[in-house]
């Protein structure tokens, strides 16, 4: 059974910085690609990033040049680092995995931009 692990939400000031972790357990993590999601209230969950299998990225463009999402594959574990933040970008972020025609969410984790 695969299993997401997502932690560093948190609350934040505008200008600051937060580095979410997803870890997984139960896939072949280098043979995954990887994810990062956001949902605001009352908004539809979107995409923020993405990391494929040879580390190639993407990125929604409100967050182009302010985050950025790295693999470790010896460690099953994902990172969004994100800086300046600002306070649009305060929503649930979710971690989501992909490999062979599956994939799997992870459980949410908080971010508040806010003064």
């Known amino acids: 059974q695969v299993q997401l692990v997502e932690s560093g939400g948190g609350l934040v000031q505008p200008g600051g910085s937060l580095r979410l972790s997803c870890t997984a357990s139960?896939?072949?993590?280098?043979?995954?690609?990887v994810s990062w999601y956001r949902q605001a209230p009352g908004k539809q969950r979107e995409i923020v990033a993405f990391?494929?299998?040879?580390?190639?990225?993407g990125f929604k463009d409100s967050v182009k040049g302010r985050f950025d999402l790295s693999r470790d594959n010896a460690k099953n574990t994902a990172y969004l680092q994100m800086n300046s933040l600002k306070p649009e970008d305060t929503a649930v972020y979710y971690c989501?995995?992909?490999?062979?025609?599956?994939?799997?969410w992870g459980q949410g984790t908080q971010v508040t931009v806010s003064s």
């Open positions: 989501n995995v992909a490999w062979s025609g599956a994939s799997s």
């Open positions: 139960g896939v072949v993590f280098s043979a995954a690609a």
């Open positions: 990391i494929v299998t040879g580390g190639k990225t």
